[in-house]
């Protein structure tokens, strides 16, 4: 499982609230990524990180910030939640000998 | 901006069936990979391929770069295989993957005992 864990894996908010998620790795890989996957959409990338302070926009990323400033954590933030960010958001490292994407439990987030 | 197209999107069989799930995708890439998601539950990497066939226990995943297209391929299938199984490619060609994926929409795959 490449070691990735996130918090919360659930958590219902209210609309114009802020949250924070946490992705935590434990094996030191540069590349992060965070995904949310809705249906009818699938999976689409938010905002990435190629290393501690370096973080690039996915193609959803308004409503959305990131942070890093460590290797192990990658931090996503709603500044002010919305009921069209209510989705699953996936957590990604990218590792291993052939590059592959490995992928955190989810955290299901409700927002009313 | 690469586009990926999974077909069918849904597909339910009989266990013991061949099961077959395509994918083609809009712009040259390095890699693709194919994910399972069971109900509920987080998402595996099952296989990425650049090239020819790779084949993992009753999977088999094969690509033909020239004509941008990938299969992935159910020997004897088992009601434990019932899952949405997602194609993925690198978001750009000069990415190579690093700056994230672009996923199909997924086949939802059920077989029946």
């Known amino acids: 499982d490449a070691g990735i864990t996130q918090s919360p894996r659930h958590k219902v908010t209210e609309t114009g609230t802020p949250v924070t998620l946490r992705c935590h790795q434990t094996e030191n890989h540069r590349y992060m990524y965070w995904y949310r996957q809705d249906p009818g959409h699938g999976l689409r990338l938010i905002h990435y990180?190629?290393?501690?302070?370096?973080?690039d926009k996915g193609e959803v990323s308004d409503g959305y910030s990131v942070s890093r400033s460590k290797t192990e954590d990658f931090l996503l933030t709603l500044e002010s939640a919305t009921s069209s960010q209510t989705s699953v958001y996936f957590c990604?490292?990218?590792?291993?000998?052939?590059?592959?994407?490995?992928f955190g439990p989810g955290t299901r987030l409700t927002v009313t | 901006k690469n586009e990926v197209e999974q077909s069918p999107q849904n597909l339910t069989a009989q266990e013991g069936e061949f099961i077959t799930i395509n994918c083609s995708y809009s712009?040259?890439?390095?890699?693709l990979h194919w994910l399972q998601q069971h109900p509920g539950g987080g998402i595996v990497s099952l296989f990425m391929?650049?090239?020819g066939k790779k084949k993992h226990g009753r999977l088999i995943a094969t690509i033909n770069i020239q004509e941008k297209h990938s299969s992935l391929h159910i020997t004897a299938s088992h009601p434990r295989d019932s899952a949405v199984y997602i194609c993925?490619?690198?978001?750009?060609?000069?990415?190579?993957?690093?700056?994230?994926?672009?996923f199909g929409k997924g086949t939802h795959l059920i077989i029946q005992p």
């Open positions: 990180s190629y290393g501690v302070k370096d973080t």
């Open positions: 993925a490619v690198p978001r750009t060609y000069s990415g190579g993957g690093a700056d994230g994926l672009t």
């Open positions: 990604a490292i990218r590792g291993g000998l052939d590059y592959e994407q490995y």
């Open positions: 391929l650049s090239s």
């Open positions: 712009v040259g890439i390095s890699a």
